[in-house]
Nanobody
């Protein structure tokens, strides 16, 4: 059952920014953690960011630390991913999903939406 709808992707120049939105069909506080991952053609799925809804702790993949910020708006049932300083290696389809990081290192995702395409090109 799809629980999330991602949007906000598009074409941006290197160094530019985008803000992705993930609207949840349920209250975001119903979840322990919601996160973003990305999938580029021919590449492995890569964890991007996660936010724990009760503690408001944030987690980031190494390749996006310092550039991307995850946040949420409980009233709008929405989780955002602000992406700054976009690089040529960032293009992918970005998905949001329920997320777990049980050992602090390995990320697990479930119930993602249709994704939103991010393209970085000059």
């Amino acid at each position: 059952q799809v629980q999330f709808a991602e949007s906000g992707g598009g074409l941006v120049q290197p160094g530019g920014c985008l803000r992705l939105s993930c609207v949840s069909a349920r209250a975001v506080l119903d979840y322990y953690m919601i996160g973003w991952f990305r999938q580029a053609p021919g590449k492995a799925r890569e964890a991007v960011a996660g936010i724990s809804l009760a503690e408001n702790n944030r987690y980031y993949g190494d390749s996006v630390k310092g550039r991307f910020t995850i946040s949420r708006d409980n009233a709008k049932n929405t989780v955002y991913l602000q992406m700054n300083s976009l690089k040529p290696e960032d293009p992918a389809v970005y998905y949001c999903a329920t997320t777990m990081i049980p050992d602090g290192q390995n990320w697990f995702f479930n119930s993602w939406g249709q994704g939103t395409q991010v393209t970085v090109s000059s």
